[in-house]
């Protein structure tokens, strides 16, 4: 089916969509990202079931999440699977109150979900987005969600950005005074590298 087709058949029964897709995989463990924004029901099927294991990617810098956004949209490309894949970098806008706004949303979906997990009893296991270039991390989380032996696999991509932030944006002085407010300076340093994402990851 083109994708459209399959777009069309997910949104009409997204949790008979998901059980066809679950049938159908062909390997012992199977999973899926889910973004702020996916199918409500889906997400509460998944917390509620006690074959779905949780994990949960969080990234405590919101200035390189936010930058990489941006980025990404400007660019249009949102994944490079080698340096000469990686489009010059273009100098972003700041503005404070969008920046703010946007930290709320992020800050209150995480608060949320993980209410929502702790409400129905379920287990979770957090990993932070820096830690996954780490293989022992990347390990550890595939134990969590039952991969018996796991292996790492090469890394699949290759960050788009640099690691000093301040430098990315067009007004970095409001980006200072932003953060202050915030006590997050330690933002402007993204420690984040990116590895080999899981094979298999629920939520």
């Given at each position: 089916k083109d994708q459209a087709a399959l777009l069309a058949e997910r949104d009409s029964d997204p949790l008979a969509f998901?059980?066809?897709?679950?049938?159908?995989?062909?390997?012992?463990?199977?999973?899926?990202?889910?973004?702020?924004?996916?199918?409500?029901?889906?997400?509460?099927?998944?917390?509620?079931?006690?074959?779905?294991?949780?994990?949960?990617l969080y990234r405590e810098n919101f200035l390189a999440l936010f930058a990489s956004q941006r980025t990404?949209?400007?660019?249009?490309?949102?994944?490079?699977?080698?340096?000469?894949?990686?489009?010059?970098?273009?100098?972003?806008?700041?503005?404070?109150?969008?920046?703010?706004?946007?930290?709320?949303?992020?800050?209150?979906?995480?608060?949320?979900?993980?209410?929502?997990?702790?409400?129905?009893?379920?287990?979770?296991?957090?990993?932070?987005?820096?830690?996954l270039s780490n293989r022992a991390f990347l390990r550890n989380a595939a134990r969590q969600i039952g991969v018996g032996v796991p292996v790492s696999?090469?890394?699949?991509?290759?960050?788009?950005?640099?690691?000093r932030l301040l430098g990315r944006f067009a007004e970095p002085d409001v980006v200072l005074r932003t953060l202050e407010t915030l006590n997050r300076l330690h933002w402007l340093v993204d420690c984040a590298a990116i590895g080999a994402m899981l094979l298999a990851v629920a939520l």
């Open positions: 998901l059980g066809r897709v679950v049938a159908a995989c062909p390997t012992p463990n199977f999973g899926f990202k889910w973004f702020r924004g996916h199918s409500a029901p889906v997400r509460d099927h998944v917390i509620a079931a006690p074959d779905w294991r949780v994990l949960v990404a949209r400007l660019t249009g490309r949102y994944i490079a699977r080698s340096p000469d894949a990686v489009p010059p970098l273009p100098v972003l806008p700041f503005v404070p109150e969008e920046f703010l706004r946007e930290y709320s949303h992020y800050r209150r979906y995480y608060d949320g979900l993980i209410a929502q997990c702790d409400r129905a009893g379920k287990a979770f296991h957090l990993i932070e987005y820096k830690d696999p090469p890394p699949a991509m290759v960050k788009q950005g640099t690691t």
